[in-house]
């Protein structure tokens, strides 16, 4: 079942958008360089996971391709 309602009806990928957002909030808190470049990676590997997650939702569910056109990805009104 594609859900669409609650968070999901704002974004495509909560979970991932709240674990970046903490990876940077983090780094910064820490005024760690290391922490803020390893969060960078983290963004890059959950931005190919969910390119990868919506491939397979493209194909399981038809409506996915209309629901990922008004939704954003991780960002409501951003990305």
């Known amino acids: 079942m594609l859900v669409r309602h609650g968070v999901y009806r ?14 940077v909030a983090w780094g ?15 963004m ?11 491939a397979r939702l493209l194909r399981r569910f038809p409506s996915y391709a209309a629901y990922r056109a008004a939704t954003r990805r991780f960002i409501p009104w951003i990305i």
């Open 10 to 23: 704002q974004v495509r990928h909560p979970l991932y958008a709240s674990v970046m957002l903490l990876a």
């Open 28 to 42: 910064l808190w820490c005024r760690s360089v290391p922490a803020i470049m390893g969060s960078g990676v983290l």
């Open 44 to 54: 890059l590997f959950l931005v190919l996971k969910a390119r990868n997650e919506e």
